[in-house]
């Protein structure tokens, strides 16, 4: 009869973990194939291109790389509204960050980012620590 008595706890502790919520005790079990996504359009928000609209022009390393007429000084950036172009490739806007930092995608997928300071533009790849300074061509 003892050995009945101290089997007692743990049959009770079985059957209570067994138990499940039923609908009247506000339980839910289980996985109805709904899921609600809510996207917040304003995170990547495109629309008002206006700063980076106010740094377009050439950009250059040296005073020859803002001579279109050299053909050997190569090492420029051309900023527009919708993205920079940089030897042949154009990078489109992907995220306006602030009004001086901006993130451009690549054919490739890759992402560069671009920030202005002043009459420079900073321009670091693939989150590398070495940065090139360009400075605007008059």
């Known amino acids: ?29 289980g996985y109805d194939g709904t899921v609600a996504i809510v996207m917040d359009d304003s995170i990547n928000d495109l629309s008002d291109r206006s700063a980076l609209a106010a740094y377009e022009g050439r950009y250059g390393v040296s005073a020859a790389d803002c001579d ?12 527009a509204d919708v993205g920079i172009a940089y030897r042949g490739e154009l990078k489109t806007l992907s995220e306006i960050v602030d ?24 321009r670091w790849p693939d989150d590398r620590s070495m940065r090139t300074v360009y400075r605007r061509c008059a």
Do not use: H, K
């Not at 007692?8 to 067994?18: D, G, S, T, V, W």
């Open 99 to 122: 009004d001086t930092t901006f993130t451009f995608s690549a054919s490739d997928q890759s992402l560069e980012t671009i920030r202005f300071d002043g009459d420079a533009l900073i």
């Open 68 to 79: 279109p007429d050299n053909r050997y000084m190569t090492e420029y950036i051309e900023v």
């Open 1 to 29: 009869m003892a050995a009945s008595w101290t089997a007692l706890p743990l049959l009770l502790c079985l059957a209570a973990c067994q138990e499940l919520p039923g609908e009247d005790e506000g339980g839910t079990i």
